[in-house]
């Protein structure tokens, strides 16, 4: 195993609300990036952190942000949910930026918006 | 803007044969190629990626710069081949690197 976990698994929410998804990274793993993955379509890029600062974003509105703390755990927030963000979330870490670099993926976070 | 083709949602073979695994990609810069695989229940996993030119499970891929393509080949294919796989790429330099842009898969199903 990678050692990547998320959590929650699996989460409901209602329009309008907010969630936080966690993600614990393997030790020493410097670089987080997080993934949307609509049903029947490939992960789609959110954002990158390296040492707790962004460090790229895909096209998502600003309501998706997140955090990376020095415990190699991070967060994606997502605010005023809306029923297209019914979808899997994955997150995935990395020791660096270096060309060759492995990035190891979690399970995934499903959220189902109502 | 980035943008990797699979053009084949689902592919079926039977125990044996060749398989090939179609991925275009267009991209402005210098990409780097990656297949990735994700077998049932488990999680999405690097498989192969061009630069390490090497044949994994039996797996293969050449990066055809002319045809922006970076198929997936196996000669034999065997029932435990059978997942979902991704083809992705990234800019192969600088701080952009690790920011992928997936394909939308293809469903590999062999067949005893």
């Known amino acids: 195993e990678t050692g990547v976990t998320q959590s929650p698994t699996h989460l409901i929410k209602t329009r309008g609300q907010q969630v936080t998804l966690r993600c614990s990274s393997q030790?020493?793993?410097?670089?987080v990036s997080w993934y949307q993955q609509a049903l029947g379509q490939g992960p789609q890029f959110i954002f990158q952190?390296?040492?707790?600062?962004?460090?790229g974003r895909g096209n998502f509105p600003p309501r998706f942000s997140g955090l990376q703390f020095p415990n190699y755990s991070s967060e994606l927030n997502v605010n005023a949910l809306e029923l297209d963000d019914s979808a899997l979330y994955l997150c995935?870490?990395?020791?660096?930026?270096?060309?060759?670099?492995?990035?190891?993926f979690g399970p995934g976070t499903r959220l189902l918006v109502l | 803007a980035q943008r990797v083709t699979q053009p084949e949602k689902l592919l079926s073979v039977f125990k044996g044969a060749p398989v090939e695994l179609k991925c275009n990609y267009s991209?402005?810069?210098?990409?780097?190629l990656f297949w990735y695989v994700q077998y049932s229940r488990q999680r999405l996993q690097l498989l192969l990626r061009?630069?390490s030119r090497e044949s994994i499970k039996g797996f293969t891929a050449d990066l055809n710069k002319g045809e922006t393509s970076f198929h997936l080949k196996k000669p034999f294919a065997q029932e435990e081949d059978s997942a979902m796989y991704y083809c992705?790429?990234?800019?192969?330099?600088?701080?952009?690197?690790?920011?992928?842009?997936f394909g939308q898969g293809t469903i590999l199903t062999v067949h005893p």
């Open positions: 030790s020493g793993h410097n670089t």
């Open positions: 995935a870490s990395s020791p660096g930026q270096r060309r060759g670099e492995t990035q190891y």
């Open positions: 952190y390296y040492r707790e600062e962004e460090n």
């Open positions: 992705a790429l990234t800019y192969a330099g600088g701080t952009s690197y690790g920011k992928l842009t």
């Open positions: 061009h630069i």
């Open positions: 991209y402005s810069g210098s990409p780097e």
